[in-house]
């Protein structure tokens, strides 16, 4: 599936939860729990993404031209809204992450997380995978 | 401790005074608004809006220089402010009250004007674990362009400062003494009469940052003879952006002007220009005159309801809050000490604070999580954050059923 798809499917899925906030706010850290266990190796001061709360360590690989995020948060809100976005990027292309337009967030209300606090990593969390994004698109290039 | 002390009667209609502040009447997220973040900033109640719409509508003018009958006005409802602060701090003169932005330009203030000029190399400045950021920043300033020294008040486990260390930091190099009267992070009411006793024993000046008391305890600065002390109207059920800078005649006319502009001159040639006598002397530019008009009308709130009933009535809110919360599965309270204002402070085994904060919020609960702008102190704890409620005269006790239901459920849900 492709960036938007992905998107539409989990704007579908929260759309299930009637705009309840209580629920919305339990589903989301739900998700946070099945996130794929991060290697706590990997949890380095290089790998944070600092927010005023919450933190998030992440990294990236490129497997086939694809890029792999791997993330955590000490925070289990935070980790929920990391697990949106790692189903969202994982296995798409450099180039896709790239001129991805996150219009889900909005969608499912999400932005209200985000807004205009200091107060989780996330804008900074986002910035930090187009970064990747820019990075693997720049080596991939040199390669060809 | 809090817990074990007998609740006070009082005779406020709690149901009453919720009727004056608009705001509380709304749902959030789809429940009744429960409004925990009161030591942030307190809500306003009708008094303080109308004066604010009233000041705009019916008198604005610029004040102090105008002729004309507005400006009179103006002046005039200013000036009443000034009074009605000298009275509710036991001031001996109205010239002793400055009219700030809120504590934190108070401190600016002080450690700006005073510091820069009376405090030299090697000289030591001491604050308190215990501080808000802004007690502590300002102070650092100084420290670093002098060359000075500062030392630091530790905090025992209850969350009270520790007298005994307290005395054996004082000696006669000490030249400032700057402390809150209560804690914001845990609510803890210093002993600051002692602390002032002590600190004039060797000759330094005491700071005192009242951020915390304004709303919620007795302040006579004579009683206390303290040098400085400083309130913010906004926690105070007055509007944002206004608070006063209460300092010693004696002091105050030693020291050099803050901040440079209209008002704040008695003349001004290119040649030299000399200073407007006090208060003006720290008062440069138009000030926050619609707002500190309002202020006046939330001091008279707090007099008219009694500082007494409110204290009462918000000591047992902290009493019913403490015995609740502390009995739910993983709770730790942070900040246990006997004399406290109606702050609760409190971690959760194995939830981070931040997901407490923001599970809350979708019930329609505001408290406050983080380092509450006091990172020595939650270093002191070994802690990154608390979750912090805080209550004011308009809270009840069915409010806190809410909130401990919201913990449960939170806390239900992460095991």
New interface residues.
Partial sequence: MDINEIQEEIISEFSLLDS???M???YI?ELGQKLPVMDDALKTEENVVKG???KVWLTANLDDDKIYFSADS?????KGLVSLLIRIFNGQSPEAILNANLHFMQKIGMER?IGTQR??GFAAMIKQMKLYALAFKTKLELKS | MTTTSPALSTTLDVEKIRKEFPILHQTV??RDLVYFDNAATSQKPLVVINALTEYYKGYNANIHRGIHTLAEKATKAFEQTRLTAKEYINAKSEQEIIFTRGVTESINLVASSYGRTFIKEGDEIIVSELEHHSNIVPWQFVVEEKNAVLKVIPVTDRGELDLDAYRKLLSSKTKIVAVNHASNSLGTVNPIKEIIRLAHEVGAVVFIDGAQAGAHLDIDVQELDCDFYTVSAHKMYGPTGAGFLYGKKELLEKMPPYQGGGEMIKEVTFKKTTYNDLPHKFEAGTPNIADVVAFRYAMDFITETGRAAMAAHEHNLLQYATERVSRLKGVNLVGTAPEKVSVLSFTVDG?????IG??L???GIAVR??HHCTQPLMDRYGI??TVRASFAVYNTKKEIDQLVEGLE?VIN??K
């Fill in positions: 309840d906030m209580e919305t706010v339990f850290m005023c709360q919450s000490n925070t289990a809100i935070t997380f107060s989780n | 997220n789809g939830i981070h604070p931040f997901d923001q599970m919020d979708a019930r999580t983080g990154e954050g459920r849900f992460m």
